[in-house]
């Protein structure tokens, strides 16, 4: 059965660095989403992505956080400038369409270390 | 206030046993999703429902949209079934879920 890929799966980078976390989401999928779990806590939406453009965001979605799907196959979260608060896991999901029967699969997550 | 909650946060039961999660939710919705987290953190999507009731193999989910509220069931629980179980509701005109805390189960053998 065809899966959602995320690489790596831990990263650990120094406050202030850059880090760009990535997923291959399932090949005939047309919608992506990132996810972040904050350990202990509830999993929290962040962005969603249809169309080469972001199609909703969280008030977490700020101006540090930016996605890309730079090819056909990849799709990238980037954060600009980590905080010790960007500790979490980030899951990224995708989806065929997005009505209220379509499925999401979700990627393994990568656990992100700020220290 | 959540707009999500589940009960019970936490169950432990044994194996063979009949278990019951539940979800209320306070937001109109699309659908509802059930979701398991494995302790290694990956999740899994089980059930995705806007009315009624869907079964896959030892598990049943219903839902009650007048109540706003749906239940997850797993007959015969067995030990691998010990991860925790996550409501999630797609808002109405919204992509993106929202999630309940978990519920984590514990079966014993």
């Known amino acids: 059965e065809p899966e959602v890929t995320q690489t790596p799966s831990h990263q650990v980078t120094q406050m202030g660095q850059e880090v760009i976390l990535r997923c291959v989401p399932i090949?005939?999928?047309?919608?992506f989403y990132w996810y972040r779990q904050i350990l202990g806590q509830k999993v929290e939406f962040l962005v969603s992505?249809?169309?080469?453009?972001?199609?909703?965001k969280s008030e977490i979605f700020d101006d540090q956080f930016s996605v890309e799907r730079p090819d056909g196959s990849n799709f990238t979260l980037k954060i600009r400038s980590t905080k010790l608060e960007d500790s979490a896991m980030y899951f990224c999901a995708s989806s065929p369409d997005r009505t209220e029967y379509s499925p999401l699969h979700f990627g393994n997550g990568t656990r992100l270390t700020v220290t | 206030k959540n707009e999500v909650e589940q009960s019970p946060q936490n169950l432990t039961a044994q194996e063979g046993e009949f278990i019951t999660i539940n979800c209320s939710y306070s937001v109109g919705i699309s659908a509802l999703h059930w979701l398991q987290q494995h302790p290694g953190g990956g999740i899994v999507s089980l059930f995705m429902?806007?009315?009624g009731k869907k079964k896959h193999g030892r598990l049943i989910a219903t839902i009650n949209i007048q109540e706003k509220h749906s239940s997850l069931h797993i007959t015969a629980s067995h030990p691998r079934d010990s991860a925790v179980y996550i409501c999630?509701?797609?808002?109405?005109?919204?992509?993106?879920?929202?999630f309940g805390k978990g519920t984590k189960l514990t079966v014993n053998p």
């Open positions: 429902l806007s009315s």
């Open positions: 090949s005939n999928h047309l919608y």
């Open positions: 992505f249809y169309n080469n453009e972001i199609s909703e």
């Open positions: 999630a509701v797609k808002k109405g005109g919204s992509e993106k879920l929202v």
